[in-house]
């Protein structure tokens, strides 16, 4: 199966490895918007998102909806709007929508028109954030760690540097094994573990076993999901941690990066289990700390490659072939 959808995932002919927005598209990708504890029941957050702005709110039943920003009356932010018996009312004239996009009333009494809707994103809450999905449907599934979700004890941020490239620049770093030697110290037992990268369409994965630039032993299986979440799990010196970075897209050129490390609780050392996660989620951020001043300057593009590039090689080709699109072009800028 996994060489199937390989093969549906064949490479574009052009070379180009297009920016998000340059054709007026975007990739069909999960890109977290906020954490979840930052959105609250009764509130309504605007934010950046592609080339244009939407809100997000809470549901009657507590669940996350992210809808374009702008009423189709006379064009205002609905986040300076309120939610009114579980819908969103604008602050201009009063009209309301539901979490679905649609308007439901006007406070003229008008009827309502029917071209009076808000686009209404797929939308999900996963690792302490709420993800929006650039499309009508998504494609794939946000992924799983390993390990039942109730044994898990989490930690989870938004690192508080917006990085000057799309995410998929950032993403390119895990197919990249020269990068992860030299810059990142990360040894692969046994060399460069090209043969174990599975792909599918939307996503590549492989595991290694290796060693830290402190000698500490590792044992990962890393991926890429879409075009924007980097994905681990694994163990370090002997004990298994999960890390997620999902990043944001505000607009074109820009990503928001987002932290969320898992370890497994152990009731019987309380102090140990928050000590080990702090030192995970101190360490991803540190690897990401190392990368800033690399992409800050970089005029990323596909170059002269050797050998130890052939797995980054293929996911230019992964990125080439990946969907794009932009269905709410209409109503968020």
């Not at 490895?17 to 959105?39: H, I, K, N, V």
């Not at 309301?96 to 309502?112: L, Q």
Request: glycine share 10%; net charge negative.
């Amino acid at each position: 199966m996994m060489e199937a959808l390989a093969k549906s995932a064949a490479p574009r002919r052009s070379s180009a490895l297009l920016r998000e927005g340059e054709d007026g598209l975007f990739t069909q990708s999960w890109f977290p918007l906020c954490l979840s504890a930052d959105l609250k029941a009764g509130e309504v957050r605007g934010f950046d998102f592609l080339d244009g702005r939407v809100v997000a709110l809470r549901d009657a039943d507590g669940a996350a909806r992210v809808l374009s920003a702008y009423c189709p009356h006379m064009g205002a932010d609905l986040c300076t709007g309120e939610m009114v018996d579980g819908t969103v009312r604008c602050p201009f004239h009063f009209w309301r929508y539901g979490p679905d996009g649609r308007c439901v009333a006007t406070e003229s009494g008008d009827p309502v028109p029917p071209t009076a809707k808000l686009f209404a994103f797929p939308t999900a809450e996963k690792y302490g954030c709420v993800f929006v999905f650039n499309g009508a449907e998504p494609l794939f599934e946000l992924p799983d760690f390993p390990k039942p979700p109730e044994g898990l004890v989490w930690k989870v941020g938004e690192w508080d540097v917006e990085m000057p490239v799309d995410p998929w620049v950032i993403c390119c770093n895990t197919p990249d094994m020269q990068h992860i030697q030299v810059v990142h110290g990360i040894s692969f037992d046994g060399g460069e573990p090209h043969g174990e990268v599975e792909w599918t369409t939307h996503s590549m994965n492989y595991q290694f076993q290796g060693k830290m630039r402190d000698g500490t032993p590792i044992g990962f299986a890393v991926g890429i999901y879409g075009t924007s979440i980097y994905w681990q799990h694994g163990a370090f010196d002997g004990r298994w941690f999960g890390f997620v970075a999902p990043m944001g897209l505000p607009r074109p050129g820009r990503s928001r990066l987002f932290f969320a490390v898992a370890v497994e609780d152990d009731p019987a050392d309380p102090d140990g289990t928050r000590a080990f996660l702090d030192a995970m989620y101190d360490l991803e951020v540190g690897i990401a700390t190392e990368d800033l001043p690399i992409v800050r300057r970089a005029r990323f593009k596909p170059g002269t490659l050797t050998r130890s590039d052939r797995t980054l090689a293929r996911f230019f080709d992964y990125l080439r072939a990946h969907p794009r699109a932009h269905p709410s072009a209409g109503h968020i800028s």
